[in-house]
Each structure stands twice: as C-alpha cells, then as structure tokens.
T-cell receptor
Framework: AQSVTQPDIHITVSEGASLELRCNYS??????LFWYVQSPGQGLQLLLKYFSGDTLVQGIKGFEAEFKRSQSSFNLRKPSVHWSDAAEYFC???????????FGQGTTLQVKP | GAGVSQSPSNKVTEKGKDVELRCDPI?????LYWYRQSLGQGLEFLIY????????KSGLPSDRFSAERTGGSVSTLTIQRTQQEDSAVYLCASSLGGGFGYTFGSGTRLTVV
C-alpha cells in the first residue's frame, strides 16, 4: 500500500538559513509526488509536483524538491528561509489515474528571527 | 468559479445532530475529493468522485458518513448523528484528475459539542 512518512514533526530554523524537509514514500511504481503548504488558518496550497523527467523540480516561493528513486525520497529545500515560510508542510504521493493522494503527517516549520 | 468554495466555513453542532457540508469545485474539474484534518493530524482521505464513475468511498470512517455529487459539480458531505470525535476540519479539493494535483478549498471547521 502507498504511504508517506515525514520524519520530522517540528523543525525550527533561523531566518536566512537553508531548509530541508524530509519525505519518504512507499509505492511500487513511479509515483506522482507533491508538496503542499498550509499557513495558519488557511487552506492547502500546492508548492510543487513531480510526475516524470527531471528529478529536480522547482516550485513557487523559491522552493525546490528532488526525487531520489533509490532512496524513495522527495525532500523539499529552500536556500534561504523567510519568516513568512512558517507554516505546516505536507508531502503527498499519488498513483495512476485516480488522482487520490496519500498525505504524510506534516512538518511544522517555525522560523526564528 | 475561480477556486474551490466550501460552506459553511464554521459549524458548531450538538452531539447527535446531522450536518451537511457543501463543496463547490472549480468549473471543469472532473475529480472531487473530501479529506478530514483533525487537530495535529495529517489529512485523512474520505471519499473521491471522478466523473460519472462510482465514487471511491474507502475512506469513510463509518456508515454515518455519506457524500453525493450532483450533476458532476457540487458535492455534499453528510454526517449523521454527529459524535465529538467527528470534530475536525473537512477539506474539499478538486482536480482535472490523474497527477494534476489538487486545488483545495479553505475547509469547514466542524465542532461537535
């Protein structure tokens, strides 16, 4: 069965520091992979997605993620974090044509001044 | 419409009452999904509609939960005889299907007292 693990429940980084949020998935074929962000009191917004091709994908707000098949990972990165990036981040995996996504438990990002 | 619209945004109900939550997807999106987000938890899949196909109800937690989608557009999630454990944010999303990724609504926060 498909599953997604986000090992870090809570991460704190200083403003301007680099960020990496981890995501590991379990799926038998090439997955569709997504990162969503949820700001406090807001809905979920799509940051980026991977379907095929180049394993390094660029998203909105300066985020990028790299698909590593050998590690079953899709980690999210940002070179320099801004205070407005404080939010909850969800990794998700989808399969086939159903569009049904399985989400990880989320990682809460806190940004220190 | 321009986005996924959910109503009401907040609902407080007494234990044992029935509630209906509404989702109006983006025009032209053939797929519609309901998820539940409990405090501190990830997103729990509930149900998925794709075009005229039979819905995937595999995530509905009990027979008190049901959903319908009329005319391939608006969807209503109904919870009968609400319990306190039903308190959560109910999120609706729509997509073009497959791996396009979702557009989420802002959710309905349900509180059962």
């Amino acid at each position: 069965a498909q599953s997604v693990t986000q090992p870090d429940i809570h991460i704190t980084v200083s403003e301007g520091a680099s960020l990496e949020l981890r995501c590991n998935y379990s799926y038998g074929a090439t997955p569709y992979l997504f990162w969503y962000v949820q700001s406090p009191g807001q809905g979920l917004q799509l940051l980026l997605k991977y379907f095929s091709g180049d394993t390094l994908v660029q998203g909105i707000k300066g985020f990028e993620a790299e698909f590593k098949r050998s590690q079953s990972s899709f980690n999210l990165r940002k070179p320099s974090v801004h205070w407005s990036d404080a939010a909850e981040y969800f990794c998700a995996v989808g399969a086939g044509n159903t569009g049904k996504l399985i989400f990880g438990q989320g990682t809460t990002l806190q940004v220190k001044p | 419409g321009a986005g996924v619209s959910q109503s009401p945004s907040n609902k407080v109900t007494e234990k044992g009452k029935d509630v209906e939550l509404r989702c109006d997807p983006i025009s032209g999106h053939t797929a519609l999904y309901w998820y539940r987000q409990s405090l501190g938890q990830g997103l729990e899949f509930l149900i998925y509609f794709q075009g005229n196909s039979a819905p995937d109800k595999s995530g509905l937690p009990s027979d008190r939960f049901s959903a319908e989608r009329t005319g391939g557009s608006v969807s209503t999630l109904t919870i009968q005889r609400t319990q306190q454990e039903d308190s959560a944010v109910y999120l609706c999303a729509s997509s073009l299907g497959g791996g396009f990724g979702y557009t989420f609504g802002s959710g309905t926060r349900l509180t059962v007292v």
